[in-house]
Each structure stands twice: as C-alpha cells, then as structure tokens.
C-alpha cells in the first residue's frame, strides 16, 4: 500500500521548517483565505461551508456550517465563536499536533469563522495540562495580533477581532460544549440544562458556536479551494479529509491525514502493521468512549455512517490498537477508572455507576469476580444509558458493553483468574517491564 | 378592617394552555409548565431529589425520568427528566405506573444514590421524615446488590456556627447551593471535588454567612444538612407538629413547629405561597428559647418595703387594684410591640373602659411627632393592599427607612424573587448599598438619615403608578416624611407601612394609641365614643386626650402620672432607655408589669403578674399587608396560662369592672364585634414648615437593627447568635481621609453621654460626614450615646498605646 491515499491538507505543511511560525506559514500562502473572506459576505461563507459538507470533527458529526447558521443575527447580544481544543479523552491526539505544528491554521479558521456568524470575540478553550502547545498557540495568537490579522480593523477592513486563549484547569467534563462554557466563564466546569442551546444563549448568555479545532482549522482550506474541492475527498456525507490517530501496538503510530471513509485495514497498512509476531485483536475507532471493534471490521470505512453501521461511533478518529497480548477486562477497567475519575460528579447515574463499575471491574481483574457479575455490570450499565445529565457516562457504557459483547469468555474468567494470569502484562509493553513494581502497584490499589 | 381575601388569580386564557397526555389522562396546563407539575396535578407520583417547585431546574439526580413515547412532535424521546421537561402539546409521557422500563429506571437510580449512602437512618435527624427513606421504600429496590466500598468522611464539618454537613449522606442534589444562589443570594456553599467524591463546600476564607441558611436543612433531601440546635435532639416520630405564625417580625411568617414532651424542639418554615412561599429567616427558625431561660417568671412579685417578694395571685392583684385606684384616670397603659391582636385589644379596653384613660401606646421605641397621628389615619384599618405578591411583581419598588433583609426578611426574599425573576426595578433610599440592598440588584438613592424627604423629592419622576413604596419603622423618626409618602400616594403610587416588630399592626387595629379607640375609632369623635360605649355596654368613655409612651414617660418621671401598666415592654428599645427607666423607678409612679421573664422593668415594677408565652396560647398578628396570621397553642402544659387577657380580666374584675373577656377566644370575638365602624377615620395634617435639618458638628449618625442581634427575644439562642454580623463602623472613604481613618482600625462613636468603640469599616457606597453602626450589636447604641438616628455624633481614631485598643 503506497502514501497515495493521504490527504495532507490540514498536516500539508507539517514537515515544513518550523512550520508553526507565523512568517513562514504566510511564505507558504497562510492567511490568504482569511484576507479573502473579510472581503466576502459573511452567509455566502456560511453557505460554502454548508456546501463543502464540513461535519464536527469533536465526535458528533454535526455541519458545522448549519450550526453557524442558527445563530440568530437577529438578537442585538454579540456572537461568540468558541473553540474546543480541551482534547483529553484516552487515545484522542489530533488537535495537540496540530496546533504544535500549525496554530496559524487554527487562527486563520478562526478570523474566518467570526466573521462569518458575525463574532468578534472568539475564545480557544485549550486543555491545561499541555502547557507547550498553550504557549505555541499564545505566540501564535500574539504574531497574529502584531501582523495585523487580530485586533481592530484586521486586514485594512472594518471587521475587529479578538482572540483569547484559555487554558482549562484539568477536567475532562469541560469538553462537554455547555461545561466548556461554564468553566470558561469562570465556573465549577458542569454541563447545562438543554434548552437553552449554546447557538441561543451560550456564553454569557449569548449566542454562541462551539466547534471543535480540527473543524474550524479546515475551514481555511475550504475558502481557499473551494467546497467542491473539499467534497472530491471523503464519502457522499462525509465529505473532506480528516486526521486519524493511529497508536497502541502498530509499528508507526501517528498521525495520518486521509479522506474520511478510509478503512483501517488501509491505516493500519500505513502505520506500518501490528509489531512483528503478533495480530490485531481489538480497536477503538474514535477514542476510549467509542465501542471497540474486532479485526472482522478492517474493512469498515471509518466516516459517520460506516462506523455508526458497525456499532460504534466514529468520535475523533483515535484508533487505538491492542493486539491479542491485551486483555480487555484490563483495558475495560482502566477506562473506566478515568471516567470515574472524570464524571464531573453532577448526575447519579454517571457518578455512582462510574464508582460501582471501577470496583466490579476491578475484582474481575483480579480474578475475585462472582457468578452474576456480568449480567451485574450489563445491568447497571443500562441503568445509566441515555439516563445521564450529559453523554460522558454513555461513552463508558458503551465501551464495556462492547468489550463485554466481543470478549465475554475473558470476563467470565474473571470469576477465578486474575487477568494477568491469561494475558501477562509484560508481553503489551515494547519495553522491559519488571513485574514486580507492577505488582507493588497493584496492591496499592488496593 | 383587615381580611384575609385572596386576590382572584389571572384566569389562564385558554389558549395559553397546552394539553398533554401523562400515564393516558389528558392534563391541560398553563404554557411553560414542567412535565412533573403537571403530574403533580393529576395526583401521579413521581420520586425526586433535586426538583424544588421554589428553585430553579438542574436535572441532576435523574430520579424523575419519565419515557417520552412522543415528544408532541410524533417522535420518541430518550428517557428525560420531568423536573426539567416543559410539557408540549400533545406530548405523551409515561411513569412508572404505566410503563416497566421507567420503573426500573427509578430503581436503579436509587440503587444508586444508595451505594454511597450510609443507610445509618437510625441515628440520623432525617429518618423517619426523609425523601431518601420514604423514596426508596416506596420506588426503590428491596435490596442493593453493591457489595464494594462506600465512599466516607470525617463527620460532620462545620460550614457555619449553625449548619453541619455530613458529607457521606450528600446525594448531591445542590439544592442548597441552588437556595443559596437564587433565593438568598449567599452564595457561600459551593460543590468541590468532582464525581463521587464531590461535596458541598464552604470556601476556605468564609463560612456560609446567611440569615436564612436554615432553610437549607429543612430542604435537604436526606439527613446531610443538620442544624447544631436540634442535631440528636428528637425523632420526627416523636414531635407534635403545629402550624402557627412567627413572632420575630411584621412578616408573619407560617411556621411549622415541632414539640415533644411540652418544649418546642425545632421550628420549620411553613408552606405559605401568599406569605413567605415556603422560606423563613434563622432567626424565626432558631430564635425560640426565649421563654425558656432561668429568668422566666412563673409567679406574680409584689413590692414590700422597697423588696420584690413572691406573691400569690390573690395577694398581688389586690395589690395591684390598690395601686390602680389610688390613681385613678391618672394612669396609663405601655403595650410593647410585640402583643397578638387579642392581648392588645384587651389592654385597650382595660385602659379605656377600666382605668379610664386614652394614655396608651405600643411603640416604646424611638418615634417622631408625625407618626402616630400618620399610622391612626393612614394605617389603621386598611384592607389587605400591597401584598408580598405586589412586590414580587412591581415593576418598581422604592424602600424608604426600611432595610429588608435586617427588619423583614420574607420581604427581602420576595423582593429578590422579583428582581431575579421579574426585573423588579429596586431603589434603596439609604445611607449605603447594604449586602441586602446589593443582593436585591438595588440601585442606592445615597441619603443621610434626615434628608429622606428630599430624596424623594430627587426621585419623583421614578414615583409613578407602578411603583411600590416601602416604608420602615425608622421613617417615622424623619419629619414629614410620612405624609410626603402620602403626597406621592395621591398621584398613583402604592406604598405600605413595615414595622419592624411583630405586633405593632394588630396594637393598631386595637387601638392602642392615645388618639384611637379600637377598630379605628378617633378618641376625639363622640359619636366613636358613643358607638363604642354602646358595643361594650358602659357609660363612659374617656374624653380627654391621651399621652403618648414619651409623654407618659416624662409625666411618671415628673409625678403627674400615677401609675403605669406595662406589657412585654423592653426599656432598652425606648429611645432614651435610661430617662424611662428614672421615669419607672420614681417613687411617686405605680407601676404594674406583666411579662414573661425579669427584666430592667421588673427592677422597678411594683407589682408583677408572669404571663403566658405565645406558644402557650391562642391568637392572632396582623402581618404588614394586613393579613391575619393565626398562632396556635404549641405548648398544651404551660407552667403559666394566665394569658395577658386573663390577668387583665382578673384585675378588672377586682377593680368592680367587668373587661368582658377572659381568654384570647373570648378577646378575640369581642374584637370582631366592634370592627364595624363606618363613621369618620382619624384624620391627620401634617405638621406645617420644612423638616428640621439637624445641624451642627459631627458626623450624622444612621443606624438599625440587624436581624440578629442582642435582642432578649434571641437570648438561648447561642449558636444563632454566633451567626450574627460582626458590629461595624461604617464611613465614606472620603469620611475615612478626613478623619485619618483606616479601614478596620477601632474608631470611636461618641457624644456628651458617651462612646462606642467598633472596628471601622470604609464603605465604598457610603454617603459622606454620616456613620453607620449596627443598634443593638455588641453595645447598646442609643443607651450610651442618647442620640437617636439622624443625631450628630462625633468620631475618632481611638489611638492604640502599648498595643491596648
């Protein structure tokens, strides 16, 4: 299999020198497609990117152009744009890349993007623990400001802007749009009741649009080549490239830009294989709150329809690889173990079932699990499907009922066999591994 | 008179309904209402923990999920939570009663809230009266199957003097933040830590600092919130319940009280949507071991040979018959302010129609010259007008003289509601933004006490029909203010009178002023007199004009009043307490006191008869909107049941009288009797000339109650009072430079009489050359500095030597 089904459109200048400084991003044409669509009518906008069929790379899928279009322009309050760059789900690593190798890519989506749904506050809301890519991204914002695409009057217009760049306080739940709002208003980061939606009263009270980095950092490309360009790549309804984080047990994990609709039998290739001697046994599609897949479903093509066929979502395209030296009771309980540490504590369901779960899981793994302990944990998990405030605790669910629905004979040995027993922990690493820490750490779990 | 008519509600037009199906009944409702009201109202039964009809949605214990087979739009919708789900037209909603799946729903969202519950029902407060409990008994599973840890703390912690949380209890329903937040608006409580391990918390530099925190115990869902007063005190099982009106402020709040074995263990908000919607203040719900206290009486005193002995009953009301009529008219009667409607109608009579007197008056606290003649015409028998629920939906209100939160806080939380839910525009004509004026979204019309007319004056284009003014007790000290709220009356506005104590509407109505007979009767009308004479059955009537309390006062203290009768009456609230105590303690004035415990009056009473405490009888306030507020007998084995009607009775009876009543029943028919008065009011003019502007050097002194305070109606109130404001100093910043004050250093008020020595506190908002110190915090205002408000007072740093303050 050859490079030819890459895409590179957002990853194109990557492995430019020192891509991410603002001279040479311009040298390569930057800030072009901004300069054009201050000059352009801000619907027409609206419209080409309805057109391209650009869908939220965040996870849901939502157009992001139809969502820009609800905006009421009507209401007298100003329009905010909000960037959701608070990636931190387990196996999700595109946004982080990118914005350490192309923030200007993200500002120039953004002038865009303001200017179409008429804002001129635009907030990028960036997940704190990655202090690099926040000061990237700050300088980046900041040769924009003196370059004179950020401010008053950007690009001799009349059109002003202004960026901030907020780093979060650690908290998974603020990527949730409505929590992400809370805690950049200064909040305790908890979604909000629904109606109101963000596009009606958002930040501040105020109509706003929440998009994700990767899809804002398209738009350029957009404007630039126009939308039957972009729909050349991807599928009929999902239309574009996108960027597909392949890691875990492959011989070149990375990032890998490809038209959506791309299977990960043709990824998988890409990244060089499974390591030397060992087979696929599961992955996850779009990060550790998609339902996990089975090597039967290589050959699904990973766009939103494709995977919502097989079962799972397609999420933010983090492919996670485990090869049959995993065990899934593991995998399943480490998961969930972050989302009991992430569940915002708002809802019952998400905060008391993320707590019950990590201790049933956890005895299965140790192989102390009882007769019933299955059937238990299929329970509880539909006492919180869909009865959550917000879908972090159907993203957990979903992950153990799949891992449950695939490899139950591993959980049904852990009513007698510790999980490192059957699949010995050393064997995942590519590294030495001295079993006796772990084992130190395990019963500190305790 | 005063009757207790509900207004008509607005008839909701039919088109403003949306009908729904819920469980196959058809429910038709107003637009905008919740799918669990609208359940509420077909009798269907649906577990919650974190709705509140009172606070705000937040769908987060998930206990009310209800299936959506339609959503009005021929869809299905996911499992949604009733408690924050506007019902739609023709939506179709189905409970656990109709459909298995919401059933389990329910089931396994108790399950949950249960893994972390320590099931210790046993010994906790809340068992036996808790939505937990009673929930899972009836929607929960019989059994959990968790077997694993439960999340624990250290217990409980602190998060006021009063509020006590124990954490591992929490379900985490927020409905005290959300009190907090959007109905007192101290938001001080807050969650930390996140998933299970979330928790209510206080932030690290402030304690939860409210009047009203209370309510979050009686709120709590489960057994988590406790209060330090009633903690282990009883088992809900155990307590007698009784619905009854508090008697801390003109409010009238409903209460629910709770005894066992005869003493009041707890007090509890009632459920009165009219009054105080389901909300009280601590001070109403933790102020109640008044009556309680070593220096209760429960045995009459009589003087002998300058003692106060033990006396019983025959002895001390012969004593006192010789003492009242040895003076003859030349007696009169102080009523407190504080008295049910009942008791006070009877001191009314006992004056008139027994001593022969029209020397009456309840307000024994400081008053201008306007007042009483302005409350005899203007307030006395007003139909109920302005209404707690006019001010939730003014378009405007102004308070004059009146601080909400301090003086009537049922007021204050109405007028948040509105503001918050309304966008009740809200002026405070005052010296500074107070805490409460801010959390009121007040704008501050900055005046120095005195100068309340002109600031009206400077604000007559915001005095328009839609307008609401509140006026307090403290406005009748300001000349002429009183009659310009009538001026502005006159062209459209509305306004009400808020005393700040609780009797001083129903001693009105009973005509306990020198110039009104009871039900509004003017004591210089002969024809009120004949008609009066004629209801009670007499020859006479008193024709001579009254003193007032002061002049009272002043002619015992000069030996031209011979004997007094006072009730309840605290000389620490007269205006100059120390002049009424000389007055009381010369020899040439007989004083006959009646009261519940010892107090400076006792001193100096000559003869004094133990009265029934209000739980201990039958009666009735009149709140300020002039609503009727019922209190019941909480306390069935009072030590004392000599109501104040009684004694009177008694005494009456001994002086060859008859007062025609002997119980608060009794009292209270015979008021009705005579509430039909249809001839002429008192009328009143105002006093010629321009307000008196007090001149002079100093600063002008401002200064109220605050709500908790050294009031003896908190003393055994020990925690609650730890809750109280600290006492402050507060001065402009422009105040503060010229005078060489830092903020927080000790400052000294004074003036010839005296000083107080409180910690300044430099006020952004403040109105310049004016201080501001709290009346009864710490240190006893107008004792020490015999300045009434709007007085001139002098300030200084006080220089701290050798580290000495």
Redesign the interface.
């Known amino acids: 299999m050859s490079v030819d089904v890459l895409t590179p459109t957002l990853t194109d200048n990557w492995d430019q020198p020192e891509a991410w400084k603002i001279a040479n991003y311009v040298a390569q044409g930057g800030y072009q497609a901004a300069r054009k669509a201050v000059g352009m009518d801000p619907d027409a906008i609206i419209t080409l990117v309805k057109d391209s069929g650009l869908r939220g790379r965040g996870g849901a899928g939502f157009p992001t152009g139809v969502k820009w279009s609800f905006i009421p322009q009507t209401n007298p309050k100003p329009k905010y744009l909000v960037i959701n760059c608070d990636e931190s789900e387990p196996g999700t690593c595109k946004d982080m890349p990118m914005l350490m190798a192309t923030p200007h890519t993200l500002v120039e989506g953004v002038i865009i993007s303001s200017y179409a749904v008429r804002a001129h506050h635009a907030f990028i809301y960036v997940r704190g623990e990655v202090l690099h890519v926040i000061r990237r991204l700050q300088q980046a914002v900041a040769d924009a400001y003196q370059a004179g695409y950020l401010g008053k009057g950007i690009f001799g217009t009349e059109y002003d802007l202004d960026i901030v760049v907020h780093a979060g306080a650690g908290a998974y739940i603020c990527g949730e749009e409505t929590a992400l709002l809370d805690s950049l208003e200064g909040r305790r980061g908890q979604p909000r009741l629904r109606p109101p939606f963000p596009a009606v009263a958002g930040l501040y009270a105020s109509p706003t649009v929440v998009n994700n980095a990767e899809s804002i950092a398209s738009v350029p490309a957009i404007v630039a080549r126009g939308a039957d360009w972009y729909k050349l790549m991807g599928t009929e309804k999902s239309a574009g490239s996108t960027i597909y984080s392949v890691s875990g047990h492959v011989k070149r994990p990375g990032q890998y830009e490809a038209p959506l609709g791309t299977t990960y039998r043709t990824l998988l290739d890409l990244a060089g294989g499974i390591r030397d001697g060992h087979q696929l046994k599961f992955f996850t599609p779009g990060g550790s709150s998609t339902p996990i897949l089975t090597p039967d479903q290589l050959d699904v093509h990973l766009d939103y329809e494709g995977v919502a066929a097989a079962g799972s979502i397609l999420g933010t395209k983090a492919l996670q690889t485990f090869d049959e030296t995993v065990s899934v009771v593991r995998t399943t309980l480490r998961w969930t173990e972050f989302y009991k540490h992430e569940s915002c504590g708002k809802c019952t369901p998400c905060r008391e079932g993320s707590w019950w779960l990590v201790q049933t899981l956890h005895n299965l793994e140790q192989g102390k699990g009882h007769e019933g302990d299955i059937e238990k944990i299929l329970d509880l998990c539909d006492n919180v499907t869909m009865k959550s405030f917000c879908t972090l605790a159907d993203g957990f669910v979903a992950n153990i009922t799949s891992s449950i629905k695939y490899f139950r004979d591993e959980f049904e040995a852990g009513y007698h066999t510790p999980a490192w027993e059957l699949f010995p922990y050393e064997k995942s690493v590519y590294f030495p591994y001295e079993r006796e820490r772990i084992a130190v750490s395990e019963g500190a779990d305790q | 008179m005063s009757t207790d008519v509900k207004k008509p509600d607005g008839e909701v037009a039919k088109a403003d309904l949306v009908t729904a199906t819920i469980d196959g009944i058809q429910v038709s409702v107003p637009k905008g209402t919740l799918v669990i009201r609208a359940a509420e109202r077909l009798g269907i039964d649906i577990p919650r923990f974190c709705d509140h009809e009172l606070l705000d949605?937040?769908?987060?214990?998930?206990?009310c999920?209800v299936e959506v087979p339609d959503g009005g739009n021929g869809r299905p919708m996911?499992?949604q939570p009733a408690c924050?789900l506007t019902v739609m037209p023709n939506m179709v909603v189905e409970t656990a009663a109709t459909n298995e799946k919401v059933a389990?729903?329910q089931q396994?969202?108790l399950?949950?809230?249960l893994?972390?519950h320590p099931l210790d029902c046993p010994i906790c407060d809340k068992g036996g009266e808790c939505p937990l409990q009673n929930q899972t008994m009836s929607h929960g599973p019989g059994e959990s199957?968790?077997e694993?840890?439960k999340?624990t703390y250290p217990k409980p912690v602190n998060i006021s003097a009063q509020i006590l949380i124990d954490r591992e209890r929490c379900?985490?329903c927020?409905r005290c933040t959300r009190f907090g937040e959007q109905i007192s608006g101290d938001d001080f409580i807050?969650?930390s830590?996140?998933?299970?391990?979330?928790q209510i918390n206080i932030y690290a530099s402030h304690p939860y600092e409210s009047y009203f925190s209370g309510n979050i115990v009686q709120i709590c869902p489960v057994g988590a919130l406790t209060s330090v007063d009633y903690r282990f005190q009883a088992r809900p099982f155990d307590l007698v319940s009784t619905t009854t009106t508090c008697e801390h402020c003109a409010s009238g709040c409903q209460l629910r009280t709770d005894h066992r074995h005869f003493q009041v263990k707890r007090r509890l908000a009632g459920d009165d949507p009219e009054v105080n919607e389901q909300w009280n203040c601590d001070k109403g719900r933790f102020g109640f071991y008044y009556g309680r206290q070593a220096d209760r009486l429960s045995y009459p005193l009589v003087r002998r040979d300058g003692e106060l002995v033990p006396a019983s009953w025959p002895e001390a009301i012969d004593a006192a018959v010789a003492g009242l009529k040895a003076a003859g008219a030349s007696s009169g009667v102080l009523t407190g302010g504080r008295l049910t409607l009942e008791n006070a109608f009877a001191y009314s009579k006992f004056a008139r129609a027994v001593l022969g007197t029209n020397s009456i008056d309840f307000r024994t606290r400081p008053y201008g010259a306007d007042e009483a003649g302005f409350l005899a015409a203007e307030v006395t028998s007003r139909e109920i007008d302005v209404t707690f629920t006019d001010l939730e939906n003014a378009a405007k209100v102004v308070l004059v003289g009146f601080e909400p939160e301090e003086e009537s806080s049922a007021v204050f939380l109405r007028l948040r509601k509105g503001n918050r839910k309304n966008g009740t525009r809200i002026l405070a004509v005052a010296p500074f933004l107070t805490n409460g004026s801010r959390k009121l979204g007040a704008v501050l019309v900055p005046t120095a006490p005195g100068d309340e007319v002109q600031a009206l004056d400077s604000i007559a284009a915001e005095l328009d029909e839609g307008t609401i003014v509140l006026v307090g007790e403290r406005a009748g000290l300001v000349p002429g203010l009183l009659p310009k709220v009538r001026e502005y009356a006159a062209k459209g506005l509305r306004w009400a009178w808020i005393p700040r104590r609780a009797g001083e509407l129903a001693a009105l109505e009973a005509g306990c002023l020198p110039q009104l007979l009871p039900g509004g009767r003017p004591a210089s009308d002969a024809s009120a007199r004949v008609d009066l004479q004629a209801a009670w059955g007499i020859d006479h009537l008193p024709d001579t004009a009254g003193l007032d309390a002061e002049q009272m006062l002043a002619a015992a203290a000069a030996g031209s009043l011979k004997a007094l009768v006072t009730a309840a009456v605290d000389l620490a609230d007269m205006a100059d307490p120390e002049a009424a105590y000389a007055a009381l303690a010369s020899d040439d004035v007989f004083v006959v006191s009646l009261e519940q415990r010892r107090s400076a009056v006792t001193e100096v009473a000559d003869v004094v008869f133990p009265v029934a405490l209000l739980e201990e009888q039958l009666g009735t306030f009149i709140n300020w909107e002039h609503r009727l507020r019922p209190v019941n007998i909480i306390n069935t084995d009072a030590p004392s049941v000599m109501t104040d009607v009684r004694v009177l009775a008694a005494l009456a009876d001994a002086l060859g009288s008859d007062l025609g009543m002997r119980t608060p029943p009794q009292a209270q028919a015979a008021y009705y009797e005579i509430t039909d008065w249809e001839g002429a009011k008192p009328g009143f003019t105002a006093a010629a000339g321009a307000p008196a502007q007090a001149g002079g050097e100093g600063l002008k002194l401002a200064s109220w109650h605050q709500a908790i305070d050294d009031s003896r109606c908190l003393d055994g109130a020990e925690t609650l009072r730890l809750t109280a404001p600290a006492p402050l100093a507060r001065i402009s910043p422009a105040t503060a430079a010229a005078l060489g004050v830092r903020d927080g250093e000790p400052v000294m008020i004074g003036t010839d009489s005296g000083e107080v020595v409180l910690p300044a506190a430099v006020t952004a908002s403040m109105v310049d050359d004016v201080v501001w110190a709290p009346t009864n915090s710490g240190v006893e205002l107008f004792r020490t500095l015999h300045a009434r408000p709007g007085d001139r007072v002098r300030l200084a740093v006080v220089k701290t030597a050798g580290g000495a303050a």
């Open positions: 949605p937040v769908a987060a214990c998930r206990q999920l996911k499992p924050a389990k729903h396994g969202m399950e949950f809230l893994i972390n199957r968790f694993g840890l999340r379900v985490l927020q807050s969650l830590e996140r998933g299970a391990l979330s």
